[in-house]
T-cell receptor, first 110, second 113 residues
């Protein structure tokens, strides 16, 4: 079956790097996604990685994928207070259905 | 390019009533998916529509239904509302071909009294 897990909470200081981790179980997942949700809003697509890649960098965001361990991480460099939000990782199955983790609440302290 | 638009943003209903939510996808997107978000269950897939046909369905009772129009706009209907249906309902659109990223609207928050 499919299951995606994330830690619940992460607190960092402004300017530090944040690393949000995710594990998934469906080895057939071809793409893995990171979404950001701010209070009262929907999900904003941050970045995604194809399963045959190990790393993807997009400005302050770096995604690392360890396919052997089914582990995905999102690193945010120079974290700002505006990065405070809930971050969801998600995998997609052959049916184009997203399966989400429970979300990690990132709190950035000034 | 306009994003995914969901209307209304907020709804208050009572038990036993029915409700219809609307979603307008990004121009050119042919797939529309619906998700339910609750504090207890997180984000759960309801169904996906592509070219006016339901292509995938999650594990929700038959009270939850949807449809898609020829312009790709989609509606979701929930009948005989229960207290547990209180949630944020999110719509996502994509091009619809394999592994195209899904883009979400801001959701409709449904409260059942």
């Amino acid at each position: 079956g499919e299951d995606v897990e994330q830690s619940l909470f992460l607190s960092v200081r402004e300017g530090d790097s944040s690393v949000i981790n995710c594990t998934y179980t469906d080895s057939s997942s071809t793409y893995l996604y990171w979404y950001k949700q701010e209070p009262g809003a929907g999900l904003q697509l941050l970045t995604y990685i194809f399963s045959n890649m190990d790393m993807k960098q997009d400005q302050r965001l770096t995604v690392l994928l360890n396919k052997k361990d089914k582990h995905l991480s999102l690193r945010i460099a120079d974290t700002q207070t505006g990065d405070s939000a809930i971050y969801f990782c998600a995998e997609v199955n052959a049916g184009n259905m997203l399966t989400f983790g429970g979300g990690t609440r990132l709190m950035v302290k000034p | 390019k306009a994003g995914v638009t969901q209307t209304p943003r907020y709804l208050i209903k009572t038990r036993g009533q029915q409700v219809t939510l609307s979603c307008s996808p990004i121009s050119g997107h042919r797939s529309v998916s619906w998700y339910q978000q609750t504090p207890g269950q997180g984000l759960q897939f309801l169904f996906e529509y592509f070219s006016e046909t339901q292509r995938n369905k999650g594990n929700f009772p038959g009270r939850f239904s949807g449809r898609q129009f020829s312009n790709s706009r989609s509606e979701m209907n929930v009948s005989t509302l229960e207290l547990g249906d209180s949630a944020l309902y999110l719509c996502a659109s994509s091009l619809g071909t394999q592994n195209q990223p899904q883009h979400f609207g801001d959701g409709t928050r449904l409260s059942i009294l």
